[in-house]
């Protein structure tokens, strides 16, 4: 994919994002102090900004018109396998598929850069109950803890085989 895409038969636009943009890092704080609001910091995994701006990240914002909708990124952690991060739909816009149209996109992203496993991490309280169903309509299913991970309360693992 290339660093911009027009969803078809929408208005909507995804941009491959370097974290830099002032829109894109006030939509991060927003996250990580939801993340830090919900779970203990020591069960926070969401990236800062330095850490989304790494090599081994491939970050994509969407947009409609010129307003972030949304957001969500993967990190590589090796060839064939990546793991899903910053996913986020932007409060006044959720409900209406949005995070569906950017998990999509992020697991065309991955497939086309031959990743044939994709986890992702998530909460288990209540507030992470909508992004669970979601991961869950799109075919991830639980696992155990993979990477660096280890067994923790406020955490749940996915995975998707995209083989």
């Given at each position: 994919?290339?660093?911009?895409y027009l969803v078809p038969n929408s208005s909507l636009e995804f941009r491959l994002d370097d974290v830099s943009g002032s829109a894109i890092q006030a939509f991060l704080l927003e996250h990580l102090a939801d993340m830090h609001q919900e779970s203990p910091p020591e069960s926070v995994?969401?990236?800062d900004f330095s850490r989304l701006q790494?090599?081994?990240?491939?970050?994509?914002?969407l947009w409609s018109a010129q307003q972030l909708v949304g957001c969500g990124a993967w990190k590589k952690h090796h060839a064939q396998m990546a793991e899903?991060?910053?996913?986020?739909?932007?409060?006044?816009?959720?409900?209406q598929g949005l995070g569906s149209?950017?998990?999509?996109?992020l697991i065309?992203?991955?497939k086309q850069h031959g990743i044939t496993e994709l986890y992702l991490e998530t909460g288990s309280t209540a507030y992470f109950a909508p992004a669970?169903?979601?991961?869950?309509?799109?075919?991830?299913?639980e696992c155990g803890p993979f990477a660096d991970y280890t067994d923790d309360p406020f955490s749940r693992f996915f995975v998707l085989s995209l083989a």
């Open positions: 994919m290339t660093s911009s995994h969401a990236f790494q090599p081994d990240i491939r970050m994509w914002t899903l991060k910053s996913m986020r739909t932007a409060k006044q816009m959720r409900g149209v950017i998990l999509r996109h065309d992203d991955a669970v169903a979601l991961y869950q309509r799109h075919g991830f299913v």
